[in-house]
């Protein structure tokens, strides 16, 4: 395969941020290469409706099996497709289950990073061509944070084994761009959420319950800590920023936020207010949903990359909630019909 200008190899294309990146890419048309996992039922939803007729020739989304734990499939898989520029979204993406499965996203969050690396650096070697890269970093990094607002140069201080995941591979990344001149650059991204989030996440948790409460489907929502303070965007905003670091002619990281910073209690209170309920008569806590140790207080300062790369956040807080409880809504009517008439329920994103 030759090398052409806009070939883009995303990991993670099946997640929340890999779907609206690989729109972003498709819409501004780039050929897209995705690493899908295999899985005994299908987990391509988020990207389906980008997939077109397989035997079209117009189409540019091409998915590949891999694994972040199988570093010569991916060293292989790069060499085959040869991309100008590989964004590593891939990751075991959640901190409370980090807990549970610490070695697991050691290896997966952590030396999937470095595997990766490897894999585009002997790439880049072996064919002369250059490869740009981009890092999912992230605000847990900053964790019991020692100041705020968190910048790029905030220390560390990572409380979950995903967040230590996270900081390794955010150093090595560091590493590579500084051993072998790799145009490799890192997101700091703060938490950002869209009708598309993974729904153990706190927002969409939230979102889901409401639209099931509304219709009767469901009665409580069994929460964690309602006063751990997040600064929420939308990821349709975040990925653009993904993008505009690999256009620029050096690398270098970025934190990416809104510089606003809520509630978990302040999120309910949006998303049960958008439809006509009180948060107070259904949320509950649950102990189960506290973790070992907590991240309390994050608030990102986005100057660099709202100076340097011209990007700024389109949607606000409150946006971002009715947006999410809207789409919510509309999903549990369908459920709630799909019951009424006695049919099982496929949801779909
Ligand atoms: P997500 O929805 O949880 O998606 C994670 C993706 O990684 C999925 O496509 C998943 O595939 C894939 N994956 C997991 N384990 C893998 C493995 N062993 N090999 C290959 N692929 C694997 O996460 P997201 O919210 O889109 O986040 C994207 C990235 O940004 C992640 O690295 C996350 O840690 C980081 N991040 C997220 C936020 C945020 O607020 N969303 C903030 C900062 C950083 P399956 O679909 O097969 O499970
Ligand atoms: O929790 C609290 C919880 O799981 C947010 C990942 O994308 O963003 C995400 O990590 C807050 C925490 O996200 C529940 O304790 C209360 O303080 O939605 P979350 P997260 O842990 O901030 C960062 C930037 C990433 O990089 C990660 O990949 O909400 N909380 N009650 C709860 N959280 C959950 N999940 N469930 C609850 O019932």
């Known amino acids: 395969m030759s090398t052409i200008a806009k ?164 150093c090595i990344t560091v590493n590579y761009r500084e051993s072998y001149n790799l145009h490799a650059s890192c997101g700091i991204l703060f938490n950002h959420e869209s009708p598309r989030r993974g729904d153990t996440f706190v927002t969409r948790k939230i979102s889901r319950a409401v639209g099931r409460i509304k219709v009767g489907l469901q009665d409580k929502l069994y929460l964690g800590n309602l006063d751990s303070k997040r600064d929420w965007g939308f990821a349709g905003d975040y990925v653009e920023a993904m993008w505009l670091m690999l256009q620029q002619e050096r690398p270098d990281d970025y934190v990416v936020a809104t510089g606003v910073t809520h509630s978990v209690r302040e999120f309910c209170e949006r998303c049960f207010s958008r439809v006509n309920l009180d948060y107070r008569d259904f949320v509950e806590i649950d102990p189960r949903y506290l973790r070992p140790a907590s991240v309390d207080y994050l608030l990102g300062d986005a100057s660099k990359v709202r100076t340097t790369l011209g990007w700024k956040p389109r949607v606000s807080f409150e946006g971002l909630a009715d947006m999410m409880v809207d789409s919510d809504l509309e999903l549990a009517q369908q459920e709630k019909s799909a019951r009424d008439a006695g049919h099982e329920y496929v949801g779909h994103y």
């Not at 740009?132 to 220390?155: D, I, L, N």
Request: hydrophobic fraction near 35%; proline fraction near 5%.
């Open 7 to 170: 070939r883009a190899f995303v990991t993670g294309i099946t997640g929340q941020d890999g779907s609206y990146l690989a729109e972003l890419l498709l819409g501004k048309g780039y050929e897209v290469h995705g690493l899908i996992r295999r899985a005994s039922s299908p987990n391509t939803a988020r990207i389906d409706h980008l997939q077109s007729d397989p035997h079209d020739a117009r189409s540019r989304l091409f998915l590949h099996y891999g694994d972040l734990t199988d570093g010569s499939g991916l060293a292989k898989l790069i060499q085959a497709i040869q991309p100008s520029e590989v964004y590593n979204l891939a990751a075991q993406s959640h901190v409370k289950v980090s807990f549970d499965q610490p070695i697991y996203t050691s290896d997966i969050t952590g030396l999937g990073t470095a595997r990766m690396l490897q894999a585009v650096r002997e790439t880049q070697e072996h064919s002369g061509q250059p490869i740009r890269f981009y890092q999912a970093s992230s605000s847990e990094m900053f964790g019991k944070v020692v100041e705020s607002p968190q910048t790029e140069s905030t220390p560390f201080y990572p409380r979950s084994p995903y967040a230590v995941a996270k900081v390794y591979a955010h």
